[in-house]
């Protein structure tokens, strides 16, 4: 069977061939999903597209400010300041740690259509006239792109189109540079290369073996390379200019392969089947054992990527000599350490670049796979498809700006490992490869269609900073309040009456930036305004600074009577306890899927405070025997996923508190009077929840998962 693209025939030596935009195939009529932009929505004129090779940073995307979420609310937590893209300094030169940088644009997935040259094959089904056959696609300006049989004026619109005689050069220029400014300024950056087998994704991702092994510059370098060249001369740059911050930094980069939905560690390839976790505590997903390797210069890097690259899965297929038969991702965490010079405060910064070079679909009647190859193209395309569904899914929910319960980030390891990538805290651009030869037309069409459905996905991506000068600011504030707090007592009392008439409770408002820090904080019921329950050790601000998760404490000694509440923003659970004066423990927790269903502490903390509102008005009200738990999700449209409530009867026979027994569906009488050993019927009311009845009152209940 004769190669549709040889390997060796590579180089386009034929301009890009002619093309009719209303060729042999009668017009046919588009479906509501092909060929419509998601900026045209609002924006016509968009056959006037930008010059192809300007930088996105510069260019102006029309993206309709319908299609995007709604803009997520500031943190409420400094100390974990991740600043929205809208107030961050981010994208243009030199922004990396310039205060006054100018804002990043939005975080929508920015699309690059690359259309690889004609191969030899392609010029081999040259006519008689000596001119090479008919192209499938073109590029006919510089975002937009035609399929051959379509109607004219129909083009499909991307942020940017490279043809056949766009360089290494051109698409490092368009994806490549603003990559580096994004990760110099604290945001994770993902660029996938996505396309049918034999489009030019490798090529483009990496270049040829040869261009990376030489010692000279070539010019068929890919992406990966030029990426970390410029990184490290952009670092070097950031470090002589911000001299004074003393600007730190270090890069760690991993490498691995997903072949046949497992994972391989292409840095060492003995390590096989690797598996992903997630870190519950900070959301975060890693794979396993994988190594890890710290990189200074870019010989470093290249050697890992020759090391990498060399251990990827390639075969022959009739489509491409040297096809992967892997998606492989290439990923490095760099982390930034700046001291300010004035106040010799510091901030450091995080992000990871992920290069993503996807297997490539085939059809596989076109490339006649058998034995293995066909095994290996049955899971590229069905974790393909995955991948498609699920940016189908995030497209849908970007323009609809409506959540959904269940996002099929696990339905494979890529999307799992790249949920972050997809959807999430990243800026996210794809390189769809496509090829000219009128053998791939489907294909290419399909990959068009995918790629115009990706550019309808909008990210949240963030800047990872910690600031510790913004442990002075709460500093300040602590003791404002405290400030407050006396003067108020001073005058006659705090009281109930006195919160209510100003409107203001500094007695809450110490709670939640308590919270806030990550502490739990003591609600002693009885001596609700005594100065113990509002001590806030200032010192204790400077602790959480590194750390993601605001975690929860146990109970113990003598916080052992009161309430303690907690949140993690991170992980997107809440967490409310009560005890019992017998030191009987009540433990509810909240936990929601997925924590970018809270849009910030404030959310959570507000949501908590409801609880905690109700349980101390019950506790004011009637003896701590009853239990009343409200815990407020409306707030934010939270969805809850999973409730759960566990009752321990006496905390001190357990080592850890958290050890409860038995978890059940929390659901609660608000006015029944139980002995808390044997309250296993409580309940937790959503706020919108109708009242129980006494029937379901009278229900015990059963352990949810
Ligand atoms: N823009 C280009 N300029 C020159 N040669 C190219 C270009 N794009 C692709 N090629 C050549 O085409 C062949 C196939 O490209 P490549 O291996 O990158 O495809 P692929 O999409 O990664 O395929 P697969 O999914 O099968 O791995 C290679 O020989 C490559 O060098």
């Known amino acids: 069977m004769r190669s549709l693209f040889s390997r060796h025939g590579r180089h386009p030596t034929t301009p890009p061939p002619s093309f009719s935009g209303g060729g042999e195939t009668p017009p046919r009529r588009r479906t509501p999903k092909e060929n419509v932009d998601p900026s045209s929505y609002t924006s016509p004129a968009h056959h006037h597209g930008p010059d192809p090779f300007r930088s996105p940073s510069s260019s102006t995307r029309p993206l309709s400010a319908r299609n995007r979420l709604p803009p997520r609310p500031p943190s409420s937590n400094p100390l974990k300041r991740k600043l929205d ?7 243009g030169a030199g922004a990396a740690h310039d205060a006054a940088a100018s804002p990043a644009p939005d975080s929508g997935v920015q699309v690059v259509v690359r259309i690889r040259p004609p191969c030899r094959v392609d010029e081999e089904e040259a006519g008689e006239d000596g001119r090479g056959p008919e192209a499938c696609v073109r590029k006919t300006a510089g975002n937009l792109v035609a399929i051959q049989g379509h109607v004219q004026g129909q083009d499909f619109t991307f942020d940017a189109v490279a043809d056949a005689v766009s360089t290494q050069e051109d698409i490092f220029n368009l994806v490549g540079r603003p990559l580096v400014e994004n990760c110099l300024s604290g945001f994770n950056s993902s660029i996938f290369a996505y396309g049918q087998t034999g489009s030019g994704k490798t090529y483009t991702m990496w270049g040829p073996l040869s261009a990376l092994s030489e010692d000279s510059v070539s010019s068929e370098r890919g992406l990966t390379p030029r990426v970390f060249e410029q990184l490290f001369s952009r670092i070097k740059e950031e470090q002589v200019k911000h001299a004074d911050k003393e600007l730190t930094y270090n890069c760690v980069c991993s490498f691995l392969e997903i072949y046949n939905e497992q994972i391989t560690d292409l840095l060492e ?23 890890k390797q710290y990189v200074f210069t870019m010989k ?16 022959a297929t009739s489509a491409n000599a040297d096809s992967s038969r892997s998606h492989c991702v290439f990923t490095c965490v760099i982390k930034s350490e700046s001291k300010n010079p004035e106040d010799g405060s510091s901030s450091t910064r995080s992000s990871r670049i992920n290069l993503v070079d996807l297997a490539g679909s085939e059809r596989q009647k076109l490339t006649h796979a058998i034995g293995d190859r066909l095994k290996e193209a049955g899971n590229i395309n069905r974790s393909l498809s995955q991948l498609g569904n699920l940016i189908n899914i995030l497209a849908e929910i970007s323009q609809s700006g409506k959540q959904r319960h269940h996002v099929p980030y696990r339905d494979s390891k890529l999307t799992f490992l790249l949920q972050e990538s997809l959807g999430g805290n990243a800026k996210l651009a794809m390189i769809c490869a496509v090829s000219p030869s009128q053998s791939c037309k489907n294909e290419t069409l399909s990959t068009l269609r995918f790629a115009q459905r990706a550019k309808a996905i909008k990210n ?35 009281g109930n009456s006195g919160s209510v008439a100003t409107g203001w409770n500094p007695r809450r408002s110490l709670h939640l930036l308590k919270m806030s820090l990550g502490r739990p904080t003591t609600f002693q019921a009885i001596k609700e305004d005594s100065d113990e329950e509002m001590e806030i050790d200032e010192n204790d601000v400077e602790k959480p600074c590194n750390n993601d998760n605001m975690a929860i404490s146990p109970i113990k000694g003598k916080e052992s009577k009161g309430l303690q509440a907690s949140i993690d923003t991170s992980a997107g659970t809440s967490h409310v306890e009560a005890l019992d004066g017998d030191k009987n423990l009540i433990s509810t927790k909240r936990s929601c899927c997925d924590a970018k269903k809270f849009s910030s502490a404030t959310d959570v903390a507000a949501s908590i405070q409801k609880g905690l509102q109700v349980i101390e008005s019950h506790q004011n009200n009637s003896a701590w025997r009853r239990a009343s738990v409200v815990l407020n999700a409306r707030i934010m449209d939270i969805q809850p996923c999973k409730v759960d409530v566990a009752i321990q009867t006496d905390p001190e026979e357990s080592e850890d508190p958290l050890a409860l027994i038995p978890s059940c569906l929390l659901e609660a009488s608000a006015n029944e009077s139980r002995d808390p050993s044997t309250c296993r019927d409580l309940q937790l009311v959503p706020a919108d929840a109708a009242a129980p009845s006494d029937d379901q009152k009278q229900q015990n209940f059963v352990k949810v998962s």
Do not use: F, W
Request: with cysteine; glycine share 4%.
């Open 300 to 315: 470093d890097v290249t050697q890992l990527l020759l090391k990498g690259l060399a251990n990827r899965r390639t075969g």
């Open 269 to 291: 390839p003995t390590q096989r089947n690797l598996q992903i976790r997630e870190d519950v505590r900070t959301s975060c997903v890693y794979v396993e054992s994988l190594t």
């Open 460 to 494: 949240n991506a963030v800047v990872n900073e910690e600031k510790v000068e913004d442990v002075n600011a709460l500093r300040e504030q602590i003791r404002q309040l405290k400030d407050e707090l006396h003067r108020m007592k001073s005058n006659g009392g705090l």
């Open 85 to 91: 893209v809208s107030s961050a300094a981010a994208a």
